[in-house]
Nanobody, 119 residues
Framework: QVQLVESGGGLVQAGGSLRLSCVAS????????MGWFRRAPGKEREFVAT????????SYADSVKGRFTISRDNAKNKVYLQMNSLKPEDTAIYSC????????????WGQGTQVTVSS
């Protein structure tokens, strides 16, 4: 079992920046990828970005490419999401997720952190 705790959300004006952090605990040795997902009010949860735990390869949703950067610190079991040029449509609850070896998808989730972008 992997436990995840996010931090760093808040209220920011359009065009501003925020950095989200997520720390993993528990069976962290089994993690092979981590990611960020978000859910806006009245919408389904959507993929934002993922990073492989080994080689560090990344993937981004088209809506955030060029504005958001996902990174990791394996020694600290942390993953980050640097969000720049924020837009009101980025407002959502952002959740960290982990995929473990042998799993088909992301099976461990944090509680989420609120990001609100004002216009």
């Amino acid at each position: 079992q992997v436990q995840l705790v996010e931090s760093g959300g808040g209220l920011v004006q359009a065009g501003g920046s925020l950095r989200l952090s997520c720390v993993a605990s528990g069976r962290t040795f089994s993690i092979n990828a981590m990611g960020w997902f978000r859910r806006a009010p009245g919408k389904e949860r959507e993929f934002v970005a993922t990073i492989s735990w080994g080689g560090g390869s990344t993937s981004y949703a088209d809506s955030v490419k060029g504005r958001f950067t996902i990174s990791r610190d394996n020694a600290k079991n942390k993953v980050y999401l640097q969000m720049n040029s924020l837009k009101p449509e980025d407002t959502a609850i952002y959740s960290c997720a982990a995929r473990t070896a042998g799993a088909a998808g992301f099976g461990s989730w944090g509680q989420g952190t609120q990001v609100t972008v004002s216009s």
